[in-house]
């Protein structure tokens, strides 16, 4: 069993920036692939940036490239998700997931493991 607690959620002017965390705890995750997704209100949930736990294979959604970065830190089993340049339309509830094996899966249905999500609210 694997939990996963997002924080760092946060009402931000446009411009501004968040650092989301994700900690893991229950097992080991060598082999999982970390995800962050995010759903706005009416819209489906979308796959923002992922990363490999072991370090690698990073990739970001095209809307979020050059202003996000993922990282991880496996000492501290915790996954964080640095925003900058935030706009309006990056509001959303922002969920970490984690998948068991293999790569990047751009789908959320391919994770298996979820946290409970934080608000991310940004102002005009």
């Known amino acids: 069993q694997v939990q996963l607690v997002e924080s760092g959620g946060g009402l931000v002017q446009a411009g501004g920036s968040l650092r989301l965390s994700c900690a893991a705890s229950?097992?080991?995750?060598?082999?999982?692939?970390m995800g962050w997704f995010r759903q706005a209100p009416g819209k489906e949930r979308e796959f923002v940036a992922g990363i490999r736990w072991s370090g690698g294979s990073e990739y970001y959604a095209d809307s979020v490239k050059g202003r996000f970065t993922i990282s991880r830190d496996n000492a501290k089993n915790t996954v964080y998700l640095q925003m900058s340049s935030l706009k309006p339309e990056d509001t959303a509830v922002y969920s970490c997931?984690?998948?068991?094996?293999?790569?990047?899966?751009?789908?959320?249905?391919?994770?298996?493991?979820w946290g409970q999500g934080t608000q991310v609210t940004v102002s005009s």
């Open positions: 229950g097992r080991t995750f060598r082999s999982y692939y």
């Open positions: 997931a984690a998948k068991i094996s293999g790569g990047v899966s751009y789908s959320w249905a391919a994770y298996a493991y």
